[in-house]
């Protein structure tokens, strides 16, 4: 199984900061590699699929990159609604196994 | 507009079974393979199965393989994950989501959640 390894685990930030999370696959993906958004109490959200494409509808502040084994998800203007916890997702092969989350929290 | 609505949780002894259902309406469920995720409290997400747009094809976890069964059945546009033989660590709640895929690039994503139901599993 491909094991996915977020950091950090959690990361305070304030509005306006700029904020990088890291993924980290443990053998290359190519780009099959899709980052989600979840608020307390709510399902999760696609912000980014195939590593860098902005799901319809997601603010242009949030962006991602990498490829192989090494991707990061940013955030260039951070609003107070972004807020959450941001899970990676390999989808190159099963089990689609997500990282361990990264908690965004005000600082 | 897209719906997913989970239904069949709630709290259930340990080696029990239970049957968990995914209704979907606005979108043609019968071309969409269909995933459940959980997240057990407090806890981040874990893929837990993935079936195919016609039911050909089915993955698991390796953490429920034996004692679940993800079926869907497309008459009556709604997902099915069937547990068996639950256990503590199974308690969580479940969300189903629609695999969308981009034609002919292998890409693929959740791009719709259910509100998820929860599972317990307790004596």
């Known amino acids: 199984d491909i094991q996915m390894t977020q950091s950090p685990s959690s990361l305070s930030a304030s509005v306006g900061d700029r904020v990088t999370i890291t993924c980290r696959a443990s053998q290359s993906i190519s780009t099959y590699l899709n980052w989600y958004q979840q608020k307390p109490g709510k399902a999760p959200k696609l912000l980014i699929y195939a590593a860098s494409s902005l799901q319809s509808g997601v603010p242009s502040t949030f962006s991602g990159s990498g490829s192989g084994t090494d991707f990061t998800l940013t955030i260039s203007s951070l609003q107070p609604e972004d807020f959450a916890t941001y899970y990676c997702?390999?989808?190159?092969?099963?089990?689609?196994?997500f990282g361990q989350g990264t908690k965004l929290e005000i600082k | 507009q897209v719906q997913l609505v989970e239904s069949g949780g709630g709290v259930v002894q340990p080696g029990r079974s239970l049957r968990l259902s995914c209704a979907a309406s606005?979108?043609?469920?019968?071309?969409?393979?269909m995933h459940w995720v959980r997240q057990a409290p407090g806890k981040g997400l874990e893929w837990v199965a993935l079936?195919?747009?016609?039911?050909?094809?089915?993955?698991?976890a390796d953490s429920v393989k034996g004692r679940v069964t993800i079926s869907r059945d497309n008459s009556k546009n709604t997902l099915y994950l069937q547990m068996n033989s639950l256990r503590a660590e199974d308690t969580a709640v479940y969300y189903c989501?629609?695999?969308?895929?981009?034609f002919g690039t292998g890409v693929t994503y959740c791009d719709y959640w259910g509100q998820g139901t929860l599972v317990t599993v307790s004596s």
């Open positions: 989501a629609k695999d969308q895929r981009v």
């Open positions: 997702q390999q989808t190159y092969s099963t089990p689609r196994t």
């Open positions: 079936i195919s747009y016609d039911g050909s094809n089915k993955y698991y």
């Open positions: 606005g979108f043609t469920f019968s071309n969409y393979g």
